[in-house]
């Protein structure tokens, strides 16, 4: 078993269970996430028989980086799994610190219509360490710290909850990576279910919503989920999330040319998310050469932008981070696939 996929918690019942003292395992954490050694060999302050125990029962793996992209301000990695699977993790710097965008999924079962990730349906969710590689990969590659995740990469990450949430635990704990929970954001396209599970866990992590239309017809053309749970479901279930939280949500909305970017669809979003504290994030679409959608142009989402601040919506709009890269979540994998015609697991 890879020594990342634990929380402190449960190293702490490994050590309770081999009769060690508890605080060994805040020492083996620091090692790992604050020392970042590669081998349980470099732990010096843990006695030879608990090293030989770990080395019989555990590893420190890492993920293989298979490919990587380097645009001017985005580093695009695709990594390779244990058993060959491969997920993207995108770097992307901005004026407020280096924000990574990671996997939750290899591949993912939603089938949004505009999405290169979804192409590939879900062949397994990612576990706790494999997310948790990503993030110190890229660290140690590009020798940097990484301030802001995002969970927007392959996958649902609320399809992969469990995971994701331990995920969550072990990156944000002050004795491993130390990453703010303000600092991490789960973008989710709308699992109602899980959203209300999310939001009794008390934790402070940014919630996004990929809502992407302005109604119901639309976004189901855009969004299997919408046939599951409509546009007011979900708002109702938002509206309740920021009442419980006293936290403002995110709404991902992707410019897609003469479909969702028209003035009556801004008007629209206005009107549906009045009264709600949130933000929308318009983001300029990346075309790939699998899908039809074109990008909106500037102008059009500068409509779009001024009709959401006149009716009093926060809004911004997202930088656009190199389409020379592949920047689009699953483009560098499917790529790839066409290079190499690699045989995937589905
Ligand atoms: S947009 Fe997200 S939820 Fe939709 S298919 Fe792509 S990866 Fe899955």
Redesign the pocket.
């Known amino acids: 078993m890879n020594i990342y996929g634990f929380t402190r918690n449960e190293l702490e019942d490994i050590f309770d269970k081999i009769g060690e003292k508890k605080f060994k395992a805040t020492q083996v954490y620091e090692w790992l996430y604050k020392k970042r050694v590669n081998s349980f060999d470099e732990m010096t302050n843990i006695k030879k028989d608990v090293i030989d125990y770990l080395k019989q029962n555990y590893n420190l793996n890492k993920l293989e980086i298979l490919k990587k992209q380097v645009g001017n301000d985005v580093v695009k990695y695709l990594f390779k799994l244990e058993d060959n699977n491969k997920i993207e993790a995108v770097l992307m710097k901005h004026d407020y610190g280096n924000s990574l965008c990671v996997s939750s999924q290899v591949g993912?079962n939603?089938?949004?219509s505009f999405?290169e990730?979804?192409r590939l349906k879900k062949v397994r969710n990612l576990e706790a360490y494999e997310i948790v590689l990503q993030i110190l990969q890229v660290e140690e590659d590009l020798k940097i710290r990484i301030t802001h995740v995002v969970m927007m990469g392959?996958?649902?990450p609320f399809d992969n909850y469990d995971n994701v949430i331990k995920f969550v635990k072990i990156v944000n704990d002050p004795k491993g990576i130390e990453l703010g929970a303000r600092h991490i954001t789960i973008s989710t396209?709308g699992i109602i279910p899980k959203i209300k599970e999310f939001m009794n866990l008390d934790l402070q992590v940014n919630l996004a919503i990929?809502l992407h239309a302005s109604n119901n017809e639309l976004r189901s053309k855009l969004?299997n989920i919408n046939k599951a749970y409509n546009i007011s479901e979900l708002l109702d279930v938002i509206k309740e999330y920021v009442n419980k939280t006293n936290r403002r949500v995110t709404f991902e909305y992707i410019m897609l040319k003469d479909v969702n970017d028209k003035e009556e669809n801004a008007k629209e979003l206005a009107n549906i998310l009045k009264g709600i504290n949130c933000y929308v994030n318009l983001i300029p679409y990346n075309e790939t050469s699998h899908i039809e959608y074109k990008k909106s142009s500037k102008e059009t989402i500068m409509k779009f932008y001024d009709i959401l601040k006149k009716n009093n919506i926060n809004v911004t709009i997202r930088k656009e981070f190199g389409s020379k890269v592949s920047a689009a979540?699953?483009q560098l994998r499917s790529n790839y696939e066409e290079e190499t015609k690699w045989n995937m697991h589905v």
């Open positions: 993912c939603m089938g949004c999405c990730s979804g392959i996958g649902e396209c990929s969004m979540c699953g």
